[in-house]
């Protein structure tokens, strides 16, 4: 194993001072180990410097994920929806977003516990993953609310995806067959769709979708009553 790591690190070498242009047998034994031993630094320094980007690397993806769910957290989501923006503004491309509040979030941890409220989040984080395009940007936002952006999106297709997401995130219930005294609870979504318009920054279009879900969640309670 040694010789096969010290052949290796040889070659290394030679191929870095064949590209330097040094012909080792033109110099002396003094300057030939001095070029030798400088050209194995330069490996090795090559070499962290590839891991130590690999690291980092790892670092960002850590940054930017939630730390619950496998999905952007908030502060990279608006860094992704402002760079959308710049896309949709360069090449007057349609850009849509919509927000995401669940229902009864508060019921589930309260009846059985903060562990099923995590349980719940990634429920939910995987029925937006499953049901969007790998081009979409879906983050947690906090708590129990979540974004999705939509690039070259119509307005029917957000409409239409915002009435997919909220139809399969109503079907989630929660209940423990422990203890049958526990009423179940039924998982509800209100989503609101924001349309970037010109001039609008990341900031406006959440809020703007974050208006809308308020809304919608007051239409859905005035039409019927949501699960309990």
Same mark, same amino acid.
């Given at each position: 194993?040694t ?21 080792? &047998? ?7 180990? #001095? ?14 410097? #590839? ?5 980092? +690397? ?10 619950? !769910?496998p999905i ?13 923006? =710049? ?8 850009? +849509? ?18 562990? #099923? ?18 081009? &979409? ?5 906090g ?6 952006v ?9 409409? =239409? ?16 067959? %422990?203890?049958?005294? @526990? ?6 979504? +209100? !989503? ?6 010109d ?10 979708? %974050? ?6 969640? =007051?239409r859905?309670?005035? =039409?019927?009553?949501?699960? @309990?």
């Amino acid at each position: 194993m040694t010789e096969e790591f010290h052949q290796v690190s040889q070659d290394q070498r030679r191929a870095l001072l064949d590209i330097l242009g040094v012909d080792l &047998d033109a110099l002396g034994l003094r300057e030939r180990a #001095a070029l030798e031993a400088l050209s194995e630094e330069v490996i090795a320094l090559r070499d962290e410097v #590839a891991r130590l980007r690999i690291e980092l +690397s790892d670092a960002e993806l850590l940054a930017d994920n939630d730390a619950l !769910c496998p999905i952007f957290n908030r502060r990279a989501f608006e860094r992704e929806v402002r760079r959308e923006i =710049a896309l949709a503004d360069r090449f007057r491309t349609p850009l +849509s977003l919509i927000f995401i509040d669940l229902d009864h979030f508060k019921k589930v941890n309260d009846a059985f516990g903060h562990a #099923a409220g995590d349980d719940v989040l990634m429920r939910v984080s995987d029925i937006l993953l499953q049901n969007t395009r790998e081009t &979409d940007i879906v983050g947690r936002l906090g708590g129990d609310e979540f974004g999705v952006v939509l690039a070259h999106a119509s307005h029917a297709d957000t409409v =239409a995806k915002a009435a997919q997401l909220t139809t399969l995130i109503d079907q989630l219930v929660v209940c423990n067959g %422990d203890e049958n005294h @526990v009423a179940p609870v039924h998982i509800g979504a +209100s !989503c609101g769709i924001a349309e970037w318009q010109d001039g609008q920054g990341a900031d406006t279009l959440i809020a703007l979708g %974050d208006q809308d879900m308020f809304a919608q969640k =007051a239409r859905r309670k005035s =039409a019927r009553p949501l699960h @309990v």
